[in-house]
T-cell receptor, first 110, second 114 residues
């Protein structure tokens, strides 16, 4: 089983749509969770950390379900500028390294 | 806003040559990392560095790789004898405290081995 698994997409959605991405992780010792965004041939940029109680940042909402080892990202009112690859990233507590999923590609069209 | 910087942005080299990739982490950060991303694949951890020594390395980080912090600002990745399969994007990252804290990535160096 992959350490971090994501649907690669692509998700093609119109502007204004709501879109949700899911991610599962295999190591139950995972302690920190993040969503990063990566534009084509650019570096990963932190979108948001994911907390156990769930958290929201503007149009973006992240949820964590530790029992199911599942993380989600919801984007409301999609903008053209949201087009990117969204990376689910996990850190296991006894190490510094980040473990990346392969990413889910989002394309927002007018 | 402070950023991680990397040079060069693109490096082309012949197989068997040595390359040094350079990074300037965010100034008050204490933990430094190298990751790589082969085209079309996921980002993979190479090495973490703290207090002037390697704290963790992956299976990819074999004897051909080394890291160094030669002065108070630079953090380098050296590949001694490049192979075709080393062609990838190499990202440097830094973190204020490590231990699951947010890591901030530089813009990357695209390494092409011919």
């Amino acid at each position: 089983r992959k350490e971090v698994e994501q649907d690669p997409g692509p998700f093609n959605v119109p502007e204004g749509a709501t879109v949700a991405f899911n991610c599962t992780y295999s190591n139950s010792a995972s302690q920190s969770f993040f969503w990063y965004r990566q534009d084509c041939r650019k570096e990963p940029k932190l979108l948001m950390s994911v907390y156990s109680s769930g958290n929201e940042d503007g149009r973006f909402t992240a949820q964590l379900n530790r029992a199911s080892q599942y993380i989600s990202l919801l984007i409301r009112d999609s903008k053209l500028s949201d087009s990117a690859t969204y990376l689910c990233v996990v850190n296991i507590g006894n190490t510094d390294k980040l473990i990346f999923g392969t990413g889910t590609r989002l394309q927002v069209f007018p | 806003e402070p950023e991680v910087t990397q040079t060069p942005s693109h490096q082309v080299t012949q197989m068997g040559q040595e390359v040094i990739l350079r990074c300037v982490p965010i100034s008050n950060h204490l933990y430094f990392y190298w990751y790589r991303q082969i085209l079309g694949q996921k980002v993979e951890f190479l090495v973490s560095f703290y207090n002037n020594e390697i704290s963790e390395k992956s299976e990819i980080f074999d004897d051909q790789f080394s890291v160094e912090r030669p002065d108070g600002s630079n953090f380098t990745l050296k590949i001694r004898s490049t192979k075709l399969e080393d062609s990838a994007m190499y990202f440097c990252a830094s973190s204020p405290t490590g231990q699951g804290d947010t890591q901030y990535f530089g813009p990357g160096t695209r390494l092409t081995v011919l």
